[in-house]
């Protein structure tokens, strides 16, 4: 099984608001990771956290908050969005086993901000 | 720092038919993996196949197979047979074994994908 759950699917929201993306995985990996993907474009890294810890941030503006509460759950915080920030976020998780590292990606929340 | 290029930014095939998408890579890692993920209209990244660059093997994967050639930095993918389901974007990606901190995967820009009747 290598199933990346996510939700919500879709989501708009308005600048002022305040919304939260969940990603879930029950495959043990204890590596999550959050991308960000505009149209025709290839995913951006934002966040990794590998063992419940933030161990990679990619200069993401304050307005997005990862949060990793279980080895299984991973959390986007956003607050504050600009129009900018529409686009397809995606969940991935893997291995933290040297050679097991292959990443697996959930279906993507899409997110629209008005 | 490592850069994964995709020279074919779209392609066509008929169905049943035989397509390679390109792709080629720089690093000065001599440990790393390469990856072919495609992403058809849902949107959803499936994992088509996977390299270990000290495998001279070439995976295959049922309709799907590389051909891995270290020394030229190259890493193109086969699919035999082609199904309507195929049409996809197609990224390539690159990854460094890292004992440190979580790894990363470099995708190139993608080549779209288009299989007609």
């Known amino acids: 099984d290598t199933e990346v759950t996510q939700t919500p699917k879709h989501l708009v929201m308005g600048m002022t608001n305040k919304k939260s993306l969940k990603c879930e995985q029950h495959?043990?990996?204890?590596?999550m990771y959050w991308y960000k993907q505009k149209a025709k474009k290839p995913p951006e890294l934002m966040f990794v956290?590998?063992?419940?810890?933030?161990?990679i941030n990619e200069s993401v503006p304050s307005r997005f908050s990862p949060e990793c509460p279980n080895s299984s759950l991973l959390n986007l915080h956003l607050h504050a969005l600009q129009p900018e920030d529409s686009a397809l976020y995606l969940c991935?998780?893997?291995?933290?086993?040297?050679?097991?590292?292959?990443?697996?990606f959930g279906p993507g929340t899409r997110l629209l901000v008005l | 720092a490592q850069t994964v290029t995709q020279s074919q930014p779209e392609m066509s095939v008929q169905e049943a038919e035989t397509v390679t998408l390109s792709c080629t890579y720089d690093?000065?890692?001599?440990?790393?993996?390469l990856f072919w993920y495609k992403q058809p209209p849902s949107r959803q990244m499936i994992l088509v196949i996977r390299q270990e660059a000290y495998k001279q093997q070439n995976a295959t994967e049922n309709r799907f197979s590389v051909n891995f050639q270290k020394a030229a930095k190259s890493f193109s993918l086969k699919i035999s047979d082609s199904q309507l389901g195929d049409t996809a974007m197609y990224f390539c990606a690159f990854m460094t074994l890292n004992t440190g901190t979580a790894s990363k995967l470099t995708f190139g820009t993608g080549t779209r994908l288009q299989v007609t009747l």
């Open positions: 495959m043990g990996h204890r590596a």
């Open positions: 690093t000065s890692e001599n440990n790393y993996y």
């Open positions: 991935a998780s893997s291995q933290r086993l040297v050679g097991q590292e292959t990443q697996y």
């Open positions: 956290y590998s063992y419940e810890k933030l161990s």
